[in-house]
């Protein structure tokens, strides 16, 4: 194909739970970074995890020397009487310099498009906008730039979606992946009392216990059982989407979704002809080992994208590092159907 | 048919040679490198906030000792104990010692390790959580650990990287690119 008509390359947007995280996402090729602010504001609010103002600024920093953009989640819905507390994070990112928001709250859109006019604002998956008329709405409204769409759509449905919006799009295209519709499921809520879309965690550390019983891995959140894994059997996450459990005529699976990484590293080529600008990485919970080989691997496999070549096989090369040892590519492909 | 080893773990022979040491040196060594660590650097114990007195206990399972951690910062206290004795703890992480030495620097990722089942945890998980993400961040080498800078640190820590590498491909530990590469 000639080089002119080749449309832009993907814009690999990376994980960094740690200013640590962050250096290794730089380090190892990504283009943009994401990351949020050690409270409720953002959806990966986790004990030990996350950024202080000032390690936000010397993260910006180091990112913006090597080229790269730093991007700020605070995407959690601001808690009633307690909007300060979105706002002030709005305020400590565009003082650190972030290249952009990821923002879904409608009170927090309106405070950074009405203060801080000069930011690029993102739309996060936890507002789960994936209709033309939704993506409209807060074009119009607060002027948002990207919208990351929630991860419910097939390719054809996405490259339908992007001849109907003017913005830009993100899809994640690795790591975990949430079955139900990302800001409005109540699943972690019911079982801890914590809702993960206004304190940030889903299946909150402090509500999970494992134990082994009759030589199985049991896995319970906010004491219900939701999984046990036999000795070798891989594990997941501790979240009731990912549990298994038993029907009333005795059948016993994962009912909702089964414990599997998101993994669209052979669907790029489609994503990119489908009009996605950016893809992303999930994993701000995850160690920098974990971010350093993933970004690593998917720097490499836009670049082929980008040269219309064909990707290396980077399932196996990830695979020890997904969810139950296994992945899928989930919505996009919708073979169930 | 005898139970295959651990991935990464230690010949019981190593175990066998162990098991008489005097624990207590170690204790006092170990304490007074993360105390000092605490010193130079406080920012890595600030993660840990309302954790810092929350005791973890830290096993390798192919030794047949425990490491008992307060994560206090300057304060901080490490025991070596028999595992049984470590039922202060409020959580537990287990692994065999090469695995943890990989966690510790960051060679692993702590959650692919859970899903694999080579790391087993139990007890209060936010504590682990909490004490495995502030790990992670701390970008920990050897050297640091106990104090040496310059061109010595560079060649202990050179030194004990190659030594590294080559016990994981030995005792065939989960395979990692950052654990392999040389």
């Given at each position: 194909m000639d080089a002119s008509l080749r449309p832009d390359p993907l814009e690999l947007v990376c994980p960094a739970g740690t200013p640590a995280a962050l250096r290794a996402a730089v380090d190892a090729g990504a283009h943009s970074v994401y990351c949020g602010f050690r409270d409720e504001t953002n959806a990966r609010n986790f004990p030990g995890l996350n950024f202080s103002p000032e390690e936000l600024e010397a993260g910006v920093a180091y990112a913006h020397a090597r080229g790269v953009k730093v991007l700020v989640a605070i995407n959690t819905f601001a808690r009633p009487g307690a909007v300060e507390v979105w706002r002030d994070s709005v305020d400590a990112a565009a003082i650190a310099g972030a290249d952009a928001l990821i923002l879904a709250d409608l009170a927090v859109l309106d405070h950074a498009a009405a203060h801080h006019p000069e930011l690029r604002l993102h739309l996060s998956v936890q507002a789960a906008a994936g209709t033309p008329e939704a993506i409209h709405f807060y074009t119009e409204t607060?002027?948002?730039?990207?919208v990351v769409l929630p991860r419910v759509l097939s390719v054809e449905e996405i490259a339908r979606l992007n001849r109907e919006v003017a913005i830009e799009t993100e899809v994640f295209v690795f790591g975990g992946l949430c079955v139900m519709a990302e800001g409005r499921c109540l699943l972690s809520s019911y079982a801890t009392g914590k809702s993960p879309n206004r304190v940030?965690?889903?299946?909150?550390p402090s509500h999970v216990t494992y134990g082994d019983e009759d030589g199985c891995l049991t896995a319970r959140l906010g004491g219900f059982t939701i999984d046990r894994y036999g000795a070798d059997e891989p594990a997941g996450y501790p979240t009731l989407c990912k549990g298994r459990f038993r029907t009333d005529n005795d059948y016993e699976d994962h009912l909702f979704g089964d414990p599997l990484s998101l993994n669209a590293a052979t669907l790029l080529s489609g994503l990119q002809a489908a009009g996605v600008k950016a893809v992303k990485i999930e994993g701000?919970?995850?160690?920098k080992a974990y971010t350093a080989q993933v970004v690593r691997a998917f720097r490499r496999a836009v670049e082929l994208v980008a040269q219309n070549r064909a990707t290396d096989d980077i399932q196996a090369l990830l695979a020890p590092l997904s969810e139950g040892g296994g992945d899928t590519t989930g919505a996009y492909q919708k073979t169930w159907r | 048919m005898p139970r295959a080893l651990p991935r990464g773990a230690l010949p019981a022979a190593i175990g066998t040679v162990v098991r008489p040491l005097p624990r207590l040196p170690l204790a006092i060594a170990l304490t007074l490198a993360i105390r000092g660590l605490a010193r130079r650097r406080p920012e890595l114990f600030e993660?840990?906030?309302?954790?810092?007195?929350r005791p973890v206990a830290v096993v390798p399972t192919d030794l047949p000792i425990a490491f008992l951690i307060?994560?206090?910062?300057?304060?901080a206290i490490v025991e070596v104990v028999?595992?049984?004795?470590?039922?202060?703890?409020v959580a537990t992480a287990r692994a065999p010692l090469l695995v943890l030495l990989g966690l510790l620097d960051g060679t692993y990722d702590g959650d692919a390790l859970f899903f694999s089942r080579d790391l087993s945890i139990d007890g209060e998980t936010d504590a682990v959580v909490a004490l495995r993400n502030a790990l992670d961040d701390a970008e920990l080498t050897p050297a640091e650990l106990i104090g040496v800078d310059g061109a010595l640190g560079r060649v202990f820590e050179r030194a004990v990287g190659d030594a590294l590498r080559v016990a994981w491909r030995l005792a065939g530990a989960p395979a990692t690119s950052m654990a392999t590469e040389s």
């Open positions: 607060f002027g948002i730039k990207r940030g965690v889903c299946s909150p701000r919970q995850r160690g | 993660r840990l906030r309302s954790f810092s007195e307060v994560p206090a910062g300057a304060d028999h595992p049984d004795d470590a039922g202060d703890a």
